[in-house]
């Protein structure tokens, strides 16, 4: 089909009406503050409209050409060049690399603040290193035996209760005939033990400090002072008593362990090691660590971790949307190549491909809106995020454009394949991020309503063709 600048006008609209829908979506959550249910039905309306997008634009034209092909007894082409079957493997192949390439993608924008561009990214980084925090407390807890014998559903109370705590250089933990009421795991640092007046001993990272004192509630013998600023992890006694009272295996074992001294135990070291880190894996395989939404506090905290959040947002907002763009300019290509062998006169409305725009409009406004409320909640200026996605919404026409202008030029086998790359890419984002999304915020029912009635509008919009 030959070259025209009209047509490669129509992709670039289409993609801008396609997108059109991200500044104002932002504008919405800008200006309304949604409430989370009503963000969860409407990620849930954009994934089933994209669901829908995808199955009847990209798929459905492909697999309905690979049927004629064999009803015909194999001498059916579809529109364009290549055979159906060939298209179709094309297709397959395609849609698994687009899906490796999101992951990859996706990863490294991410390791760069890019997570914050949604909440489902942004719970997922959360959730993560939650889990991590949890790991290190249990690995610090299973030094002591004691800890190792607490019951599984006890796990999660335990490690809520230890709080990471730092001490100035010169700083006093504790002095000398106080009442044990912590006990303090050094990270990093070094303290000292003076008593009566006298340094005896030096404690540095790794060390466990106060431990009987917790158990028994004996006073302090010694004064323990920072030498350098230390970070510790601390877990009061109260709270461990309270624990102990809960769960009777526990005291057990603490009763046991009061009895037999921490101090006679005779293990060979590399054995201790592994039972302590197999103990830790077990113990946090246990644990709940939660899709809870961070506070804003949180939000901006880790915004001014990542330097390059804001441009990490916006290259990560850009790989989502690529895919869709260059498949607006393939998806009006393939129309018109139809509407040409048919020998029907092409005009604009009769080669939109309906079905597709309505799907990303509809997908695209629930998207910006959760993410810039988001993004708002991180301390990002209005102004800001508006032109963020304005900027999306262009690059989006752009994308359009060139999807028309390279699927001009290339045969249609490998065309189909592309568009498998962006149908694998935007698949794995639905089910990575929006339906993740939509879950957490309006809860399951909400989100299986909402995606049927995506689902159904963006088909209802094949009607118009």
């Known amino acids: 089909m030959e070259f025209s600048f009209v047509h490669l006008f129509w992709a ?20 309304t503050q949604p ?37 015909d007894g194999g001498g059916g082409h ?11 493997l094309s297709m397959l192949f395609g849609a698994g690399v687009g899906s490796v390439l999101f992951v990859v993608l996706d990863q490294l924008v991410n390791a760069h603040g890019g997570f914050l561009r949604k909440s489902a990214t942004t719970m997922a980084y959360f959730t993560k290193r939650k889990a991590k925090r949890h790991y290190e407390v249990l690995k610090e807890l299973s030094r002591i035996e004691v800890f190792q014998s607490i019951p599984n559903e006890a796990v999660q109370e335990l490690v809520e209760l ?24 050094i990270q990093s640092g070094e303290v000292s033990l003076h008593q009566d007046g006298v340094l005896f001993k030096t404690l540095g990272a790794n060390s466990i400090l106060g431990e009987m004192a917790l158990f028994t509630g004996e006073h302090r013998s010694a004064m323990a002072k920072a030498e350098a600023a230390v970070s510790c992890l601390m877990l009061r006694k109260v709270d461990f008593d309270r624990l102990r009272q809960k769960f009777p295996k526990l005291d057990q074992a603490l009763r046991k362990m009061v009895l037999d001294r921490l101090d006679e135990l ?14 830790a894996r077990e113990a946090a395989a246990a644990l709940r660590t939660g899709s809870e939404l961070p506070s804003r506090q949180e939000l901006r905290t880790a915004h001014e971790e990542h330097s390059g959040a804001p441009m990490a947002i916006w290259l990560g907002i850009l790989l989502d949307g690529i895919p869709e763009s260059f498949v607006i300019g393939t998806g009006l290509l393939a129309i018109m190549a139809g509407k040409q062998s048919a020998g029907v006169e092409i005009g604009f409305f009769d080669v939109v491909p309906y079905t597709l725009i ?18 708002k909640d991180q301390g990002m200026k209005s102004s800001r995020i508006l032109m963020l996605w304005l900027s999306l919404a262009i690059m989006t026409g752009v994308g359009a454009g060139i999807g028309y202008t390279v699927g001009e030029s290339l045969s249609h086998t490998f065309v189909i394949g592309i568009e498998g790359v962006a149908a694998g890419a935007m698949l794995t984002m639905i089910a990575a991020a929006m339906v993740p999304e939509a879950a957490h915020r309006g809860g399951g ?18 009607l118009l063709e």
């Not at 670039?12 to 932002?26: D, E, H, I, Q, Y």
């Not at 459905?60 to 092909?69: C, G, I, M, R």
């Not at 309505?358 to 993004?375: D, H, R, T, W």
């Not at 309503?449 to 209802?460: D, E, H, K, Q, R």
């Open 358 to 375: 309505a799907g990303l409009f509809l997908s695209n406004f629930p998207e910006a809106l959760s993410s810039s409320v988001g993004m």
């Open 162 to 185: 230890v709080q990471p705590v730092l001490f100035n250089p010169e700083e006093i933990l504790f002095n000398q005939g106080e009442p044990g009421e912590e006990l303090f795991f």
């Open 35 to 71: 409430k989370s249910k009503m963000i969860g039905l409407l990620a849930a309306f954009g994934a089933g409209a994209l669901l829908a997008a995808l199955s009847i634009e990209l798929v459905a034209p492909t697999v309905n050409a690979l049927v004629a092909s064999a009803h």
């Open 12 to 31: 670039f609209f289409l993609g801008l009406v396609s997108a059109a829908s991200l500044p104002l979506g932002s504008w919405v959550g800008l200006i």
């Open 266 to 279: 005779r293990e060979i070291r590399e054995h201790r090691e592994r039972e302590n880190e197999n103990w």
């Open 445 to 462: 029912n909400l989100t299986g309503v909402g995606t049927l009635l995506g689902f159904v509008a963006a088909i209802s919009f094949k």
């Open 78 to 88: 579809g529109h364009g060049d290549g055979s159906p079957l060939a298209a179709f």
